[in-house]
Nanobody
Framework: VQLQASGGGSAQAGDSLRLSCAVS????????MGWFRQAPGKEREFICA????????DYADSVKGRFTISRDNAKDTVYLQMNGLKPEDTAVYYC?????????????????WGQGTEVTVSS
């Protein structure tokens, strides 16, 4: 399974960005999907996850109300819409896939990872 994340870049505080993660190699709808991020000098942290069907979603408190995860199983792609960006959102963002029926917050439970896309937010 290969995951290709894209859509990162530079933004000003308050701006919006949309990240995409295209998945290939296996049946996309077999995987719960998650987004994580890693800021310089910090551990990789959970942001959000979506179930196989898209019917269940989980968000970290730090992004709840600002970020929206969605998936299009016809396009084998998961998205992360980021609104109201803050400088503390600056990080490398990773998508991940888990062969699981559950929504997962632990990065160790994900089976596959994308290469990361960098987001920089200035004040």
């Amino acid at each position: 399974v290969q995951l290709q994340a894209s859509g990162g870049g530079s933004a000003q505080a308050g701006d919006s960005l949309r990240l995409s993660c295209a998945v290939s190699g296996r049946t996309f709808s077999s995987y719960a999907m998650g987004w994580f991020r890693q800021a310089p000098g910090k551990e990789r942290e959970f942001i959000c996850a979506v179930s196989r069907s898209g019917g269940a979603i989980d968000y970290a408190d730090s992004v709840k109300g600002r970020f929206t995860i969605s998936r299009d199983n016809a396009k084998d792609t998961v998205y992360l819409q980021m609104n109201g960006l803050k400088p503390e959102d600056t990080a490398v963002y990773y998508c991940a896939a888990a062969n699981s029926l559950s929504l997962l917050r632990s990065r160790g439970l994900y089976d596959y990872w994308g290469q990361g896309t960098e987001v920089t937010v200035s004040s």
